[in-house]
Each structure stands twice: as C-alpha cells, then as structure tokens.
T-cell receptor
C-alpha cells in the first residue's frame, strides 16, 4: 500500500521567515517517485519538483529546497525568506511501479503574513 | 495553446440539469485524469484514461460519466447531481500511464450544484 502524510494542515509565518513543510510517505516498492505541487488561490496545481527513489541528493532552486531522506521516509520542503506570493496549498505526492496515478497527501495551507 | 485547458472555469447547475466539463491537452500525453477537490477534503481520484481506454474508475457514482474520444480530449458528463457534488474538478495529464514524470494540471472547473 502507498500513503502520503502531510501532518501540518495549516501554517502561518511572517514574511521573510523560513518555513518547512513536512511530507512522510509509505510504500513497499523500491522504485518510486515523489513530487511537490503548489496550488495558489487560482486553483491550478503547479509542479515544483520530482524525485526518484534512487536519487537522495537534496535540491535547491532559488528560495526552495527539498530534503529527501529514505531512512525516515520523508521528503520535506523548505522555503527560505518566505514571501506573500508563497501563500498557497502545497501537496506532496507519490507514485510507484505499476500505479496508474499519483497518491496525494492532504495538503498544507501556507499563509505568509506581510 | 499549450498545457492543459479546462472549460468552463465556473459552472452553476441545478440538480436536474445535464452539463459537461471539457479538458484538452496539447502536450502529446497519453494519460488523462479527473480529480475532485472538495473543501476541507483531500484530492479524490475519479477516473484514469490511458490511450483513450478507461483504466480506473474509483467508485464514482454513475451520475458522473467520463468520455475520452481521443488522447487529447477528456469530458466529464454530469446529470442529476447533488449539492454535495459541488467542488473543484481538476483535469490532469501525464506522459505515460505510470506517471513517473508527474502530472500537468488544468486550472479546474469550479462547480456549484443548486
């Protein structure tokens, strides 16, 4: 079975603070793929990053960084120096060999207060 | 146009009406999906199509009827809906049936059933 848990339902931070969004996953497969999506108020889910299970190297893209740790089955997402435009719902997702679809977590609503 | 386009963006319908949601992708992808996103609930997978063949029907009531005439178009036909069907309906596409590369989402159709 596969499952994605985002325990943080809502987070509020003040602009310029750093914030980490947690994602814990479960899968029995050794080959799997992890994703983060951003859903701004407009509704469309925007792809942020994809990681496969064989690549544990952490990634940084501007103010965004991702920490993939297989030992704890986590794929956490950090926003550095948050901005109001980062306010959105963020979803972590998983797929694996043989799956027809992505399995999404319940999302974390991030509010950045000016 | 590029990406995934959904029409209409907003729809209000009565419980006895029949309407259709349309999704179109110009990415050359082979798989398409319908998701339902209700307030305070996780993303719910409804249907999966791969090369115009339905590969998953996630226990969706028969008042929702999908149609995939070709790999670029996906419809969701609606009839005799209930107020609890009010939600954001999201279409997505992926390169292959196993979405290793993730999804590209449309902007969604916000449906209100009155």
């Amino acid at each position: 079975a596969q499952k994605v848990t985002q325990a943080q339902t809502e987070i509020s931070v003040v602009e310029k603070e750093d914030v980490t969004l947690d994602c814990v996953y479960e899968t029995r497969d050794t080959t799997y793929y992890l994703f983060w999506y951003k859903q701004p108020p407009s509704g469309e889910l925007v792809f942020l990053i994809r990681r496969n299970s064989f690549d544990e190297q952490n990634e940084i893209s501007g103010r965004y960084s991702w920490n993939f740790q297989k030992s704890t089955s986590s794929f956490n997402f950090t926003i550095t120096a948050s901005q109001v435009v980062d306010s959105a719902v963020y979803f972590c997702a998983l797929t694996q060999t043989g799956a027809n679809n992505l399995f999404f977590g319940t999302g974390t609503r991030l509010t950045v207060i000016p | 146009e590029t990406g995934v386009t959904q029409t209409p963006r907003h729809l209000v319908m009565g419980m006895t009406n029949k309407k259709s949601l349309k999704c179109e992708q110009h990415l050359g992808h082979n798989a398409m999906y319908w998701y339902k996103q209700s307030a305070k609930k996780p993303l719910e997978l409804m249907f999966v199509y791969s090369l115009e063949e339905r590969v998953e029907n996630n226990s969706v009531p028969s008042r929702f009827s999908p149609e995939c005439p070709n790999s670029s178009h996906l419809f969701l036909h609606l009839h005799t809906l209930q107020p609890e069907d009010s939600a954001l309906y999201l279409c997505a596409s992926s390169q292959d049936r196993i979405p290793r590369g993730g999804y590209t989402f449309g902007s969604g159709t916000r449906l209100t059933v009155v």
